[in-house]
């Protein structure tokens, strides 16, 4: 349940125009076109100064930064937002109780090709932990095939 709940921390950094870093530009070239072809052009992308139409949901100061505000935009739709409803879908079905296998099969919001990554890494027999570790793998570590090349 911790490793979910990391997750969704994650998810909302990512979906409330937070900048969020990881090392998927590094990735080889390869690894990084088979992931960006998964996720269609959305109509919005993000936009970093959140100049239309964000909603402000907190408002703090931060010690080295001073003052901050979090913003979302609910209409963004490019690869990351895409990836962050995929993701996310899979962790709501999985605090309702469903095994991550149960939950990437039936995610909508996945493209198909993330579930086959999922099958071909899954260990036989797979183990709840094995899933898990499965799903990661797949969707959320830098080397994901399921993550969006770019994402930052």
């Not at 409330?16 to 919005?44: F, I």
């Not at 505000?69 to 605090?95: F, P």
Request: a negative charge; proline letters at 4%; glycine letters at 8%.
């Amino acid at each position: 349940m911790y490793r979910l709940t990391c997750l969704l921390l994650a998810l909302c950094a990512s979906g409330c125009q937070l900048t969020m870093t990881n090392d998927a530009d590094d990735l080889e070239g390869a690894e990084r076109e088979k992931s960006e072809v998964l996720w269609v052009e959305g109509a919005r992308g993000f936009d970093p100064l959140c100049t239309t139409d964000c909603v402000e949901l907190a408002e703090g100061h931060m010690h080295h930064l001073g003052g901050v505000t979090l913003q979302v935009d609910w209409a963004v739709d490019d690869a990351v937002a895409q990836w962050a409803d995929c993701v996310g879908s899979v962790i709501a079905c999985r605090d309702s109780g469903a095994t991550t296998s149960h939950c990437v099969e039936e995610a909508a919001a996945c493209p198909s090709a993330c579930w086959d990554f999922y099958q071909g890494a899954l260990p036989d027999p797979a183990t709840a932990e094995a899933a898990l570790d499965t799903f990661e793998a797949v969707f959320i570590t830098d080397e994901a095939p399921c993550l969006p090349g770019g994402a930052s």
